[in-house]
């Protein structure tokens, strides 16, 4: 991100040295701090900043809109309004002043964040849409506008080539002719006629111009968005001879206009949609719930909160594929949608599991809506290909009123409750409650603790690995793999991670099962590197490291213990943390990388550009790879988007200064995709399958 100028323009000087913190530490430039109207008028001129951050009400004569007015119409800089007051007086003043922003205080960080990128890419396109409209009056200038000449008597005397070709008439049809029926203009929106500016014009004497969104309609009944202005033409003596319209064909302008509010409203929609199933994202979900505590604080409404996990996905996903497995989270939201009310919300929370707010809805009446989509998800049929599936779907429900504490707590007895369904037999509904026995009983039955316990006494864990291939010359002598886990079950058959993962996560065993991996890794690296000496040197092995090692204090004396134990090079092993991990534990994952990669470790960021905010996070985490969501390249041939996407983190990347790697390559179309666009490396089925972790 480039050196972007931000004056903060706010009277309270503790929220404007808080802003200037938050913005700071985002990598934007303050150049000043006003507090006054006029201030920021004189320190907009002076230092010329990029963005104008307003408080709409300041102390002094003059408010933020006056401000704001002054220093657009004067200076071009855009505006944000921040400001607590919404009153639809000042909401009206503001829109008046063509803000490029609206935040309502209070926000969190990443509203401003996403409020000032916005307002700089809208105020770029507008820039470049003006530029484009300067160099196409000059290119018209230079070939000739459109110009129709009448009399005084508003009957044709002169086409120029250009206005016959617009219109559809010839001079020669046209002349004589009255102007109307050559120049016949409509209004775009009302369809109704406009004014004559040719008769205004000879009217009044003075230069008539067109009402926006002007419409010709040409002898072939063509529609041509125009815009224009009429002036007398006058004699030597002052007297109206006649007039002339000077007009040409705006498609253009206006095409780039509808791109420009579509470029917004789509960015809008992005921030807070899931991109599969076209519902509410987390993050818009936990707002709108966040909402609802608040009126039901407030107001003593009553909601409902469920939570919803799906039963048997996992076995569709394993079965069929990820995209039969997508395809069915699709067709689930589909039917969601249709059993509740519009007031009411619903999201998909991530993989399997959605979220539904039904607004003013007692409890009781939430347990007969929840039951009505049990049974509509139990009765539904998956069909793909020659396979027909039934599924079903666990739902946890909490009340929501005045004693409700915060967002933390209720999305965490939702996810209790809804645990407790699927414990008790799956395709039920659990209403919780803070005094519930059997939620207590079901966490206790819980086998999976006992069996994860039981994994790492034994040694039931066990590696494998995946290889990273590189797709340029330069690193083709190095040897990269992924370290996976997999868990071997009382028969020899093995688990995937996916089925005891989670459960390991939920009650807190992964840290430990961190450690389980980079011992028993060291351990078997340790004779390898005594075998091969310094050929070691063209290894690298990645290690994924969950939240939990993220957020353990005695994390990194475990790490240096293990390298000094067993001699392993640092710079042989490269950890790996999500997107997600990353950005929910930034300050600790940050200061971990950091210490490692001192270490002399490297750092991959896994699932990258799984989150909206991506790029505003990248900074602050020193990673030398980036691993691209594999949600966007398996769609990479068949979804522009998705290529875009990937195209985008790639480069992103490689002006950072990072090593770039595809997940789910698959096959080779998709590598040849991922080759064209310059990824470093490649990594999926279709490279190589995960084979046993074993050592010659």
Not at 352 to 358: A, I, V
Not at 406 to 429: E, F, P, Q
Request: charged share 25%; with cysteine; proline share 3%.
């Amino acid at each position: 991100m480039k050196n972007i100028k931000i004056l903060i323009v706010e009277d309270e000087i503790i929220v404007a040295e808080d802003i200037k913190e938050n913005l700071e530490e985002l990598g934007y430039s303050i150049t000043a701090i006003a507090d006054s109207g006029e201030q920021a008028i004189k320190e907009s001129a002076i230092n010329q900043p990029d963005l104008v951050l307003m408080d709409v009400r300041l102390k002094g004569k003059m408010d933020g809109v006056q401000a704001s007015e002054i220093i657009w119409n004067n200076l071009r800089i855009p505006v944000v309004y921040l400001t607590a007051n919404s009153d639809i007086n000042t909401i009206q003043r503001a829109k008046s002043t063509e803000p490029f922003g609206y935040v309502t205080k209070p926000f969190r960080e990443r509203e401003l964040h996403a409020a000032i990128e916005i307002a700089l890419h809208r105020h770029q396109l507008e820039k470049k849409l003006k530029e484009n409209e300067q160099w196409l009056k000059t290119i018209l200038t230079s070939l000739g506008d459109a110009v129709i000449a009448t009399d005084n008597k508003s009957c044709i005397t002169l086409l120029n080539p250009v206005a016959e070709v617009l219109t559809g008439w010839t001079q020669a049809d046209a002349f004589g002719r009255n102007a109307t029926e050559i120049f016949n203009i409509i209004h775009a929106e009302t369809r109704n006629e406009v004014d004559s500016p040719i008769a205004k014009a000879l009217q009044t004497g003075v230069v008539v111009g067109l009402p926006e969104h002007t419409i010709l309609l040409n002898k072939d009944n063509l529609e041509i968005p125009i815009d224009d202005s009429a002036a007398p033409i006058l004699n030597d003596v002052g007297e109206i001879r006649g007039a002339v319209v000077v007009f040409r064909d705006i498609t253009e302008r206006k095409l780039a206009e509808a791109a420009l509010r579509e470029s917004e409203q789509r960015l809008a929609w992005q921030a807070s949609h899931d991109p599969l199933t076209g519902l509410a994202n987390r993050h818009e979900f936990e707002q709108r719930l966040e909402s609802a505590l608040q009126n039901a604080e407030m107001h003593g409404q009553t909601h409902s909160l469920c939570y919803l996990d799906l039963d048997r996905f996992k076995i569709v996903n394993d079965t069929c594929g990820h995209v039969a497995g997508d395809e069915l989270l699709r067709q689930v939201a589909a039917l969601l949608l249709v059993q509740v009310r519009s007031a009411d919300t619903v999201a998909r929370l991530g993989g399997d599991e959605f979220g539904l707010l039904l607004n003013n809805c007692p409890t009781q009446q939430a347990l007969r809506i929840a039951n009505t989509l049990r049974q509509k998800l139990e009765e539904f049929r998956f069909v793909w290909q020659d396979k027909i599936f039934t599924i079903g779907v666990s739902i946890g429900l909490v009340g929501i009123d005045a004693n409700t504490t915060d967002l933390a707590s209720v999305l965490n007895a939702a996810d209790a409750a809804c645990y407790t369904a699927k414990n008790a037999g799956r395709n039920r509904v659990h209403i919780y409650q803070a005094d519930d026995r059997d939620l207590a009983i079901a966490y206790g039955q819980m086998q999976w603790i006992s069996k994860l316990h039981k994994a790492l006494e034994n040694d039931s864990f066990c590696l494998y690995r995946q290889p990273i291939v590189a797709l340029n010359s330069s690193d083709s002598h190095l040897e990269h793999y992924e370290i996976l886990l997999r868990l071997q079950d009382e028969t020899g058959a093995l688990i995937p991670p996916m089925a005891f993962i989670p459960a390991a996560e939920r009650y807190g065993l992964m840290h430990l099962i961190d450690r389980w991996v980079i011992r028993t890794l060291f351990t078997h690296l340790k004779q390898h590197y005594q075998n091969i000496g310094e050929d070691g040197d063209r290894f690298t092995y990645a290690v994924n490291l969950s939240g939990a090692s993220i957020n353990d204090d005695q994390f990194m004396d475990f790490l240096h213990e293990q390298f000094s134990l067993h001699q392993i090079p640092p710079q042989a092993i490269c950890f790996e943390i999500t997107e997600t991990i990353a950005i929910t534990n930034l300050n600790k994952a940050s200061k971990l990388i950091r210490e490692l990669k001192t270490f002399g470790c490297s750092f991959a960021l896994d699932d990258f550009g799984s989150g909206m905010s991506s790029f505003a996070y990248l900074k602050n985490l020193p990673v030398d790879y980036l691993k691209i969501d594999g949600n966007f390249v398996r769609e990479i041939v068949d979804v522009p988007t998705d290529l875009a996407l990937t195209e985008a983190i790639n480069q992103i990347g490689h002006v950072m200064g990072l090593k770039t790697i595809a997940e789910f390559v698959e096959n080779d179309a998709i590598l040849q995709k991922i080759t064209a666009l310059g990824v470093d490396y490649a990594q999926g089925y279709g490279i190589a399958e995960p084979h046993p972790f074993i050592l010659a």
